[in-house]
Every structure is written in C-alpha cells, then in structure tokens.
C-alpha cells in the first residue's frame, strides 16, 4: 500500500492568497525557511488505481504534479477510483467540481450527515448530477471494513471523530456522528496499518486506540496554540472551537502522541499557514524534531 500526500496545508493553503502573517509573509520574501503547501489531500492505493481521500480546491494542481494520476491509457483517463471526503469542508470538498470531466460516475464515499450537507447547504453532488453524476457508498460509521472497486490492496474502516462540520451546516454547533471520520487504511496482503484524521477536535479512547493500532498516524496539524487565530486578531474561536486540538500543552496533540509506541510513526497533516511549525528554524519545530514528530509535505510518498 501506499499514500501519497496531495496536500498538507490546511485551508487556505500555505501561503494563503490574502494572508500577511509572519509565515506567508516569510515565505514571499524569503525571510523564513518554510516550503509551500496545497490543501488537504491525499491518494492511497495498493498496486491498482487510487482513492482520493479529500478533493480540495488545489486538485488540479496536485495532479500535475503526481506521476501516479496522470491519463496514459486512453483518450481520457484518471488514476482516481474512488473519492471520499472526510468530512463537507470547503478544503475537502471544492475540488470535486474539478473532476466533473470524468466520463463514468463519480465512484463517491461519505457518511451519511456529509451525503446531507453537500445536498443541501453546498449541494456539490447535485451540481455534478449534471456533469459526471455521483455513483454514492455509504462509509460505515461502525467500523466495519470496506472495500473500493478499483482500488486493490486497500481495506478502510472509519471512526467518527470529535470535531466540527463546516459553517454552512445545520449541525456546526451541533455535531452529530459522522460529520467528521477518521479512517485506518489498511495493507490487505502486509497488514500493516495507517491511521488518517486531518481535522481531529478532542482526545478520544477509541481514536487512540486506531492510532494506537497503527504504524503511521497522519493526524491532525492545524494549529499549535488554541488561540492561534485569537492571538493574531484572524478570528475570535479557538482551535478546539472550530474542531482541532492544538498542538502544544498538557492536553495537546504532542503530549497525546508521545502516549503511541515508540515505533508508530507520527506526522502531522493539514497545517494552518500561521502554525509556526511551518518554520523551520522555529523552536516549535525543533520541539517536535524532539518529540520524534514529522510534517507531511506536498508529495510525501509513505509505503505500507
Ligand atoms: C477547517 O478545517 O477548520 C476548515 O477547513 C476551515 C475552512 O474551511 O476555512
Ligand atoms: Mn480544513
Ligand atoms: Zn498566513
């Protein structure tokens, strides 16, 4: 099995078009040693085509720049089977209407409250009733495993996760199961095991135990303090408000990692253009370097 990772940048992506702080900033003028970052995406296979787990607003991009997913088998070709969005986020989900030229329905995964949200708040699967249509599977929120046509090699399981669903959902304030997963991916020959959850709210018993269960956790790397945004006048909601735990404190994400064993591998996913980790001389940085926790970048490649 392998992962690809499309995109590692939160929304907005890194640098963000309007965005001025110190990292974006830094980044154009080359003040501060960080690299570039799309939004959240990544592509898992296992020898077969590949599923895309998250379309965000950069896909077409991401593409160019992936060897895996370019057409060479006809006049019109993808590498992308299958698509599932984790959660109805604008960075999860816009680029769905890039794909409308596919010539076949959109082999397309998601829970029941997504199904909802992006028929009704941001009726994108309507829309592309129009285009491609939607071929819709039902993700478990049981946890039972499941299995994507064209997608040899892979058997996924979800988890429903504490976070938020987006802002134009009913259930924004009101969080029903499923309208945020995480999902292990798993080798089927190997067994060896990935756990992914690029927005992840709260500590949980059951989410530690599929990371636990795991030999990589891609997890949730948005913010490092709760108010990240507060702190920079961006907004006036924490990181745990908006439905992702900080990196740093006694109940963060780097104290709740160092509980893995010792020989998971840890890295962090979908993170915010002002999250200081971007830099790379920054000692935030380093002290994950310490905690032995990595950033996923644009084209990390993972093999299972
Ligand atoms: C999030 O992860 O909280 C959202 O993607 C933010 C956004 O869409 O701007
Ligand atoms: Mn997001
Ligand atoms: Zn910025």
């Not at 067994?191 to 891609?218: E, H, I, Q, S, T």
């Not at 900080?246 to 780097?254: H, L, V």
């Not at 996913?269 to 920054?282: A, F, K």
Request: aromatic residues 6%; proline residues 7%.
């Amino acid at each position: 099995m392998q992962i690809i990772v499309l995109g590692a940048s939160a929304g907005g992506g890194f640098p963000q078009w309007n965005c001025n702080c110190r990292n974006c900033a830094g980044l154009r003028d080359g003040s501060v040693r960080a690299q570039a970052r799309t939004q959240s995406s990544i592509i898992v296979g296992g020898g077969g085509d590949w599923a895309l787990l998250n379309a965000s607003p950069d896909i077409l991009e991401q593409i160019r720049h992936t060897p895996a997913l370019q057409p060479n088998r006809g006049l019109r070709d993808t590498g992308i089977a299958a698509v599932l969005p984790v959660d109805c986020q604008i960075d999860h989900t816009t680029g769905l209407f890039m794909l409308r030229e596919r010539g076949v329905p959109m082999q397309f995964w998601c829970t029941d409250p997504v199904y909802e949200d992006l028929t009704t708040g941001n009726p994108i699967l309507k829309v592309l009733g129009h285009y491609c249509g939607i071929d819709r599977q039902t993700v478990p929120l049981d946890g039972t495993p499941f299995r994507m046509p064209g997608v040899p090699g892979v058997e996924f399981s979800a988890l429903p996760l504490s976070s938020k669903a987006a802002p134009y959902s009913p259930h924004r304030e009101q969080s029903v199961p499923g309208d945020n997963i995480g999902l292990t991916l798993s080798d089927t020959v190997s067994g060896k095991k990935a756990f992914y959850a690029p927005g992840l709210g709260a500590r949980d018993p059951a989410v530690f135990a599929a990371m636990a269960a795991a030999d990589v956790v891609l997890v949730d790397g948005t913010f490092w303090t709760d108010d990240e945004m507060i702190a920079l006048g961006l907004s006036k909601k924490t990181a745990r408000d908006i439905g992702h735990l900080p990196q740093s404190g006694a109940d963060g994400m780097i104290a709740w990692l160092d509980e893995l064993p010792a020989t998971t591998r840890k890295i962090l996913i979908h993170i915010n253009n002002t999250n200081p980790i971007l830099d790379e001389d920054s000692p935030e940085r380093a002290e994950l370097t310490r905690h032995g926790i990595e950033l996923a970048f644009d084209g990390l490649q993972i093999d299972l």
